[in-house]
């Protein structure tokens, strides 16, 4: 698992929200990633279901569906946007439908903050992992290590913590990341189509005023 392409993609998706959101430009935005990506895991864990011992219901949520696009109702068209515009719905690429498989989506959602986090960090980007590294680690712990080791990355970031901390931090946060998504159950190729695939719909995003 080479992380390098990962990064440079990452970068050019972070480099089109700035253009399309100056007020980000010349400060820390490392705050509101690393919030946005304890959101994430939080929705990651929701489709994993796993932790809801009180329900009878603790499969993950990782059928992959087909049903109509409801950004656009199966139109094809960006919502709110006239067809002669021809600007296609973002969600769903103009196709008028979604393939979803929402556990998934939401590793790779995460995967998303943490490349961005990294690249604000200036980490090297030549990170190479054994994505079928087994451990004895739990699904719970591996979770919880994450919100951990992003909430310590947030409070070093405001304490004046030196660049070779917070690059130290990172790593251990990008190496419980990998396990956690090989707990999952996903592949390391399952995960690289569908980070990339979710990009093209970030950038989408940007160019139709999501």
């Not at 939080?42 to 990782?62: H, I, L, V």
């Not at 199966?74 to 769903?92: K, L, R, S």
């Not at 190479?128 to 699904?139: A, P, Q, T, V, W």
Request: hydrophobic content about 35%; aromatic content about 12%; proline content about 2%.
């Amino acid at each position: 698992m080479n992380l390098t392409k990962l990064f440079e993609t990452q970068a050019a998706l972070d480099k089109h929200i700035m253009q399309e959101h100056p007020e980000l430009r010349g400060q820390n935005n490392l705050d509101w990633k690393l919030l946005a990506l304890q959101v994430e895991l939080g929705e990651c864990a929701n489709e994993w279901r796993g932790f809801k011992k009180w329900s009878k219901d603790q499969e993950p949520r990782t059928c992959v569906s087909i049903e109509a696009c409801r950004n656009c109702g199966g139109t094809g068209n960006a919502f709110g946007v006239p067809e002669e515009a021809g600007i296609g719905c973002w969600d769903c690429n103009g196709t008028g439908e979604i393939t979803k498989n929402p556990f998934l989506e939401e590793y790779v959602d995460c995967l998303h903050f943490i490349l961005s986090v990294g690249l604000d960090l200036q980490v090297q980007h030549d990170y190479i992992f054994d994505f079928n590294r087994d451990d004895e680690e739990s699904i719970i712990d591996l979770f919880a290590e994450c919100y951990a080791f992003a909430g310590d990355l947030y409070w070093n970031s405001k304490n004046g913590s030196t660049i070779t901390e917070s690059q130290n931090d990172y790593q251990t946060l990008l190496f419980h990341f990998n396990h956690l998504g090989r707990k999952l159950g996903f592949t390391w190729e399952e995960v690289e189509e569908a980070y990339y695939a979710k990009n093209k719909v970030n950038h989408d995003r940007q160019e139709s005023g999501y």
